[in-house]
């Protein structure tokens, strides 16, 4: 069968998929239901199934032919801790979790593409669709790896896609390079000496300490980093005192520090140690940091995103694919894959409009029109990526 006579035969009952994975989001490694439904949907269609990888993420195996060439497509499965606010039939059945990333879509359009290319096979080598959990902060990819994700289903690229509301449905984004920023997290506890706040030559003040930090930190981006690269370290809390007449012994700040590239991401580290200790001690108080480095930057390689922009252009039409959009400063797990094989992760347009609201608000839902879009895009990427060699 075509592949568009197919993505019409499929769409309602995909989007259906993608509905009841809505209604019954799972958030970080508890994606136990869902991971059940893609396994059998999986072994429905004849592929080899192999679960517990990273917990609760799995990877169905579909080969044909007789290369050794393997591509693996990603799908992350999990839901957000948050509360829906939609009212629409499929919203969310559990209080405090919601799909409000769309990664109930991402995991319907892999299953839509493991069912065309299953039942087609027109191609060389091995599919491995990795759907992994626990995106949503907790590193689900770093663990499929650990348990061995890339020596058990060798492959030669990974590819990752993300809905991406405020782009127009159908439209697709990818760059070579940086695609999503380093996320990081830094605990800056201030100590001092606490005493009555009429005598403040009796102490040693944690909150003016922590206010000069606060400003000296915005030197790191405008000062150390290189105009044309780019950072953010943003401090998020302050926590300190109760009293309106009492110096507290200690502050604490917290914050977020992003990069696109490991060079910035480290001296973006540096950066908050030197400034946090000098700044404390100037002060008369201790600085001591917790820094904890999360997702390293989404860094798409050059030949795989030329590839994926090739492929979206034949599925989408050129007019539809952008490579010029900026990178965000948001970030993603997959980042880990591509820290360990070559591959891209590209964004396709969720739409403005009933669809088009932000990622994480309590009002988003995935789109269920760009469902063949996604179908289409994984089946073509597979295809030509394990081409049949013409002399076969
Ligand atoms: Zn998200
Ligand atoms: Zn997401």
Redesign the pocket.
Known sequence: MELDEHLRRAQARLAHIRRDIHAHPETAFEERRTAALVAEHLRALGLEVHTGLGRTGLVGVLRAGSSARGVGLRA?MDALPMEERNTFEHRSRHAGKMHA???DG?VAMLLGAAEYLSAARAFDGSIYFIFQPA??GQGGAAEMIRDGLFERFPMQAVFGL??WPGLAAGRFAVRAGPMMASSDEFEISVRGRGGHAAMPHLTADPIVAGAAIVQALQTLVSRNVAPVEAGVVSVTQFHAGEAFNVIPPQACLRGTARAFSPQVRDALEAGIARVAGSVAAALGTEAELHYRRGYPPTINTPAEAAFCATVAAEVLGAGQVHQDLPPTMGA?DFAFMLQEKPGAYVWLGNGEGEGGCM?HSPVFDFNDAIIPLGVAYWVRLAQRFLARRPEE
């Open positions: 992350d990333c769309g990664h991402h995106e949503e993300h809905n993603e990622l």
